[in-house]
T-cell receptor, first 113, second 112 residues
Framework: NAGVMQNPRHLVRRRGQEARLRCSPVKGHSHVYWYRQLPEEGLKFMVYLQKENIIDESGMPKERFSAEFPKEGPSILRIQQVVRGDSAAYFC???????????FGPGTRLTVT | QKEVEQDPGPLSVPEGAIVSLNCTYSNSAFQYFMWYRQYSRKGPELLMYTYSSGNKEDGRFTAQVDKSSKYISLFIRDSQPSDSATYLCAMVGVPGRRALTFGSGTRLQVQP
């Protein structure tokens, strides 16, 4: 009865490196969402995916950020050439098809030095 | 103007008090309303999920939705120190948009 799993929980990258964040949804959930939380702020939507499809990426920065949810395996959020402003907590959520409830993982805290 | 407004607090109450947390929103298309609890450096935990106007109760928690006023509330009865956390309201339902829109969160501290 595992919930949403995210790894790594903490990630430190130097400016210019790549960050890869992974998310495994609740078993049976086919919808995945990524959110970013900056210090002292609420959660901001980034991207919504279903298996092999990006449905809504309206919250994603146009450059350096990409996401995928392959047929097999976890969803990946990739940030290329990280900058200090990318330091934040990144949360993944999943939902069963057709329902509004979203269940969140523990998050990945990215620190860019 | 933000679509969802939430008083950031902090809100400090004595143990056993009734806590009232509120959010207002501007987009009348929102249909589903949620309250999440987030402990420091943890992921948000879904507490309440409501659809229609009215009240929904679950243990010590009551969620209230007033769509005509675009106002939602979460009441916590007999508050405990373990309730100390940030409470986030969230909503969804705008056609074509599945992502949740969050308030900025209210930090609650329950003093023993």
């Amino acid at each position: 009865n595992a919930g949403v799993m995210q790894n790594p929980r903490h990630l430190v990258r130097r400016r210019g490196q790549e960050a890869r964040l992974r998310c495994s949804p609740v078993k049976g959930h086919s919808h995945v969402y990524w959110y970013r939380q900056l210090p002292e702020e609420g959660l901001k939507f980034m991207v919504y995916l279903q298996k092999e499809n990006i449905i809504d990426e309206s919250g994603m920065p146009k450059e350096r950020f990409s996401a995928e949810f392959p047929k097999e395996g976890p969803s990946i959020l990739r940030i290329q050439q990280v900058v200090r402003g990318d330091s934040a907590a990144y949360f993944c959520a999943s939902s069963p098809e057709g329902q509004g409830q979203q269940y969140f993982g523990p998050g990945t805290r990215l620190t860019v030095t | 103007q933000k679509e969802v407004e939430q008083d950031p607090g902090p809100l400090s109450v004595p143990e056993g008090a009734i806590v009232s947390l509120n959010c207002t929103y501007s987009n009348s298309a929102f249909q589903y309303f949620m309250w999440y609890r987030q402990y420091s450096r943890k992921g948000p935990e879904l507490l309440m999920y409501t659809y229609s106007s009215g009240n929904k109760e679950d243990g010590r928690f009551t969620a209230q939705v007033d769509k005509s006023s675009k106002y939602i509330s979460l009441f916590i009865r007999d508050s405990q120190p373990s309730d100390s956390a940030t409470y986030l309201c969230a909503m969804v339902g705008v056609p074509g948009r599945r992502a949740l829109t969050f308030g900025s969160g209210t930090r609650l501290q329950v003093q023993p």
